[in-house]
């Protein structure tokens, strides 16, 4: 053997050793896979037959997890090789893949591969999360992988071109949320979905959620009886839009119009002495003097406007001020049943807050003579039997996350809190507004008396049933079981993760929730962002995403999608991005919103060009605009 060959051996001895020691690492993390695999067997055996390959392949992607792979990542990427950032689908298949490359290139410890059962593997992964997101959601339209599902407002049961338009424009599924409205409505919603699918010849999804044990604030005291009466203005304070008020009889059943902008009631005796160009004086509760002019009088009421901010309150008076000598001394009404100001507790930094166990109503602070609080605001809650479960110095967080707290002290009567979290200037908390305890492992039915009711609906009516706040297996198999029980075995289930226990319990349900006919997940950013940080929330939907695919089941991207858009016309830039990088799950929810169906046309916009830009986590490499315009001659 000459020098120059001595040389080349040694230099290539090292690669060996490299490529060896790779080979060992990767086979014991197979060796882990397989291990989870067979002490998981009866969990996933126990599944129907077709979801034995999900199963398997979910236990393989949380062992294969369970190892930090970032330096074997990049060991193999620097010899160009798969580093499994994409093997979520087919978890086996991708180990075996880069272990056959490995072998391969180490020929002394060559090593046959069934390279076509791996081929398969890969193909086979994908086509699983189609099959089941077709299953459960039904077809795409529109040249899109992503389907559309749109939250009902109320007003989709009394109009059925809204819920027409909504198909029109590409809705895939129709989300109904049992914690609204009532059965009587959510029947009208599908009878006019029904209409505008014969009408479209398309076929539509109707997903119904539970509501589930949501956590709310209980009623607070009313404020008083006031309505405030504003013109618009300009930038410099000039009314450029008098009030359109209404003025109805007291009695009258007959509805205000839509141009209304406010609707007052008064006595009908003294209504009908109005007439077109009078007059109405009023000492407004400011004690300032007001008038109201007369434009024209109709069967049901009277139309007036007005042109100064005025505050009026049940009890004010009206003084008819006609025209003729007849009607020039004046007549006298009262305004009636202006409803009470809505509630609500101003809370600041370091104030406290007794959050009652029973549902009497709240009550603002208690101030002695000083005005130095004496006892503190006080709210009841919806479910008190959760108090049992939480402890001092654990977290509590109220309206979605605006007004944060920590649990001081557990009383008889509740939880004294001292709030840790809100604005500078204080935020309002109302009734019906969410409490989370993020810390505390409460113990609640996931289902209640009023679920079971409304499933029987949902199960006479719908295609998919979304549980809510899933927090564990027991949750899920309830579930189930209540489904078997109607007879309804052809709905689709789907999970919402809204809890920091539903998702560190996630893959259990995975492989509770695979018995069902076709299964989902959604995953509800509102209150798990609650839940688990604000600064985790990125982490944590991504893991959702994996560990979703892995187990080849669909998911819904939910909750504040558009959001701006949908409330006020016009989208936010972070909004856009957001929306775009919902391509990667199987369908996205819109929330109901006076601007839905112009969201709803941007976001079908948005995922149709994103679908030839992402598939998953992978980017696709389309031809891109940049490339085709730039010249770089013209430099």
Same mark, same amino acid.
């Given at each position: =053997?000459?020098?120059? /060959? /001595?040389?080349?051996?040694?230099?290539?001895?090292?690669?060996?050793?490299?490529?060896?020691?790779?080979?060992?690492?990767?086979?014991?993390?197979?060796?882990?896979?397989?291990?989870?695999?067979?002490?998981?067997?009866?969990?996933?055996?126990?599944?129907?037959?077709?979801? #034995?390959?999900?199963?398997?392949?979910?236990?393989?992607?949380?062992?294969?997890?369970?190892?930090?792979?970032?330096?074997? !990542?990049?060991?193999?990427?620097?010899?160009?090789?798969?580093?499994?950032?994409?093997? $979520?689908?087919?978890?086996?298949?991708?180990?075996?893949?880069?272990?056959?490359?490995?072998?391969?290139?180490?020929?002394?410890?060559?090593?046959?591969?069934?390279?076509?059962?791996?081929?398969?593997?890969?193909?086979?992964?994908?086509?699983?999360?189609?099959?089941?997101?077709?299953?459960?959601?039904?077809?795409?339209?529109?040249?899109?992988?992503?389907?559309?599902?749109?939250?009902?407002?109320?007003?989709?049961?009394?109009?059925?071109?809204?819920?027409?338009?909504?198909?029109? !424009?590409? =809705?895939?599924?129709? +989300? %109904?949320?049992?914690?609204?409205?009532?059965?009587?409505?959510?029947?009208?919603?599908?009878?006019?979905?029904?209409?505008?699918?014969?009408?479209?010849?398309?076929?539509?999804?109707?997903?119904?959620?539970?509501?589930?044990?949501?956590?709310?604030?209980?009623?607070?005291?009313?404020?008083?009886?006031?309505?405030?009466?504003?013109?618009?203005?300009?930038?410099?304070?000039?009314?450029?839009?008098?009030?359109?008020?209404?003025? &109805?009889?007291?009695?009258?059943?007959?509805?205000?119009?839509?141009?209304?902008?406010?609707?007052?009631?008064?006595?009908?005796?003294?209504?009908?002495?109005?007439?077109?160009?009078?007059?109405?004086?009023?000492?407004?509760?400011?004690?300032?003097?007001?008038?109201?002019?007369?434009?024209?009088?109709?069967?049901?009421?009277?139309?007036?406007?007005?042109?100064?901010?005025?505050?009026?309150?049940?009890?004010?008076?009206?003084?008819?001020?006609?025209?003729?000598?007849?009607?020039?001394?004046?007549?006298?009404?009262?305004? &009636?049943?202006?409803?009470?100001?809505?509630?609500?507790?101003?809370?600041?930094?370091?104030?406290?807050?007794? %959050?009652?166990?029973?549902?009497?109503?709240? +009550?603002?602070?208690?101030?002695?003579?000083?005005? *130095? %609080?004496?006892?503190?605001?006080?709210?009841?809650?919806?479910?008190?039997?959760?108090?049992?479960?939480?402890?001092?110095?654990?977290?509590?967080?109220?309206?979605?996350?605006?007004?944060?707290?920590?649990? $001081?002290?557990?009383?008889?009567?509740?939880?004294?809190?001292?709030?840790?979290?809100? +604005?500078? *200037?204080?935020?309002?908390?109302?009734?019906?507004?969410?409490?989370?305890?993020?810390?505390?492992?409460?113990?609640?039915?996931?289902?209640?008396?009023?679920?079971?009711?409304?499933?029987?609906?949902?199960?006479? #009516?719908?295609? %998919?049933?979304?549980?809510?706040?899933?927090?564990?297996?027991?949750?899920?198999?309830?579930?189930?079981?209540?489904?078997?029980?109607?007879?309804?075995?052809?709905?689709?289930?789907?999970?919402?993760? $809204?809890?920091? +226990?539903?998702?560190?319990?996630?893959?259990?349900?995975?492989?509770?929730?695979?018995?069902?006919?076709?299964?989902?997940?959604?995953?509800?950013?509102?209150?798990?962002?609650?839940?688990?940080?604000?600064?985790?929330?990125?982490?944590?939907?991504?893991?959702?995403?994996?560990?979703?695919?892995?187990?080849?089941?669909?998911?819904?991207?939910?909750?504040?999608?558009?959001?701006?858009?949908?409330?006020?016309?016009?989208?936010?830039?972070?909004?856009?991005?957001?929306?775009?990088?919902? !391509?990667?799950?199987?369908?996205? =929810?819109?929330? *109901?919103?006076?601007?839905?169906?112009?969201?709803?046309?941007?976001?079908?916009?948005?995922?149709?060009?994103?679908?030839?830009? !992402?598939?998953? *986590?992978?980017?696709? =490499?389309?031809?891109?605009?940049?490339?085709?315009?730039?010249?770089?001659?013209?430099?």
């Amino acid at each position: =053997m000459n020098q120059t /060959t /001595t040389a080349g051996l040694s230099s290539v001895q090292p690669h060996k050793e490299a490529l060896v020691a790779l080979l060992s690492d990767l086979e014991q993390i197979r060796i882990s896979l397989l291990d989870l695999e067979m002490s998981a067997s009866e969990r996933w055996y126990a599944l129907p037959p077709s979801r #034995h390959e999900s199963a398997r392949n979910l236990m393989h992607y949380i062992a294969l997890r369970r190892h930090d792979l970032r330096a074997l !990542q990049l060991r193999l990427s620097r010899l160009g090789l798969s580093s499994l950032g994409r093997s $979520e689908p087919h978890v086996m298949a991708s180990i075996d893949a880069v272990l056959a490359l490995l072998y391969k290139l180490s020929s002394d410890i060559w090593h046959e591969w069934k390279q076509a059962a791996i081929n398969e593997a890969f193909t086979k992964g994908r086509a699983l999360l189609q099959q089941r997101a077709l299953a459960l959601l039904g077809p795409v339209q529109n040249r899109r992988e992503v389907r559309l599902l749109v939250t009902m407002p109320r007003e989709a049961a009394r109009d059925e071109t809204l819920v027409y338009e909504f198909l029109k !424009q590409g =809705m895939d599924c129709m +989300r %109904i949320n049992c914690a609204h409205d009532s059965p009587a409505e959510w029947e009208a919603m599908i009878r006019h979905l029904r209409s505008a699918e014969a009408r479209l010849e398309k076929t539509c999804r109707i997903l119904m959620d539970l509501p589930g044990p949501k956590l709310r604030t209980g009623h607070l005291e009313p404020g008083p009886e006031v309505l405030r009466i504003h013109p618009g203005r300009d930038v410099y304070g000039h009314v450029i839009a008098p009030v359109r008020i209404w003025l &109805r009889d007291e009695h009258s059943g007959y509805e205000v119009p839509d141009e209304a902008d406010v609707s007052l009631s008064v006595s009908g005796e003294w209504l009908a002495r109005l007439s077109a160009g009078d007059s109405i004086c009023l000492v407004d509760t400011a004690d300032r003097d007001r008038c109201f002019h007369v434009l024209a009088v109709e069967q049901h009421g009277a139309w007036v406007q007005c042109s100064q901010t005025t505050f009026v309150q049940s009890g004010t008076i009206l003084e008819h001020r006609g025209q003729s000598q007849e009607t020039r001394d004046g007549y006298e009404t009262e305004i &009636r049943n202006i409803p009470p100001i809505e509630g609500a507790l101003l809370l600041h930094m370091g104030d406290h807050l007794l %959050i009652r166990a029973d549902l009497n109503l709240g +009550r603002q602070p208690k101030f002695d003579d000083d005005g *130095k %609080i004496v006892a503190p605001a006080e709210i009841g809650c919806t479910l008190p039997e959760v108090f049992e479960s939480v402890k001092v110095g654990e977290q509590v967080w109220l309206d979605d996350g605006k007004i944060g707290a920590v649990i $001081e002290e557990k009383r008889e009567e509740g939880l004294l809190v001292r709030i840790t979290s809100a +604005r500078a *200037k204080g935020v309002r908390l109302r009734c019906d507004k969410g409490i989370n305890f993020p810390d505390s492992q409460l113990r609640l039915p996931a289902m209640s008396a009023l679920d079971k009711e409304y499933l029987r609906f949902v199960a006479a #009516h719908a295609d %998919i049933v979304a549980l809510s706040f899933a927090n564990g297996e027991e949750d899920v198999r309830e579930l189930l079981a209540e489904i078997k029980a109607l007879g309804a075995m052809h709905l689709g289930v789907v999970l919402k993760i $809204e809890t920091r +226990r539903g998702f560190e319990h996630l893959p259990s349900m995975l492989l509770e929730v695979m018995h069902a006919a076709s299964c989902g997940v959604m995953i509800a950013r509102g209150d798990l962002a609650v839940e688990v940080g604000y600064q985790r929330m990125a982490e944590i939907q991504e893991e959702i995403l994996w560990t979703c695919e892995a187990a080849h089941v669909p998911v819904i991207w939910a909750t504040q999608v558009l959001e701006t858009l949908v409330r006020d016309g016009i989208p936010t830039r972070a909004e856009i991005t957001d929306a775009a990088m919902a !391509q990667r799950a199987e369908c996205i =929810m819109l929330n *109901k919103g006076p601007h839905v169906l112009k969201a709803l046309v941007y976001l079908d916009d948005i995922m149709r060009r994103m679908a030839t830009h !992402q598939d998953k *986590k992978r980017p696709t =490499m389309r031809e891109l605009n940049l490339a085709r315009v730039f010249d770089f001659t013209a430099c």
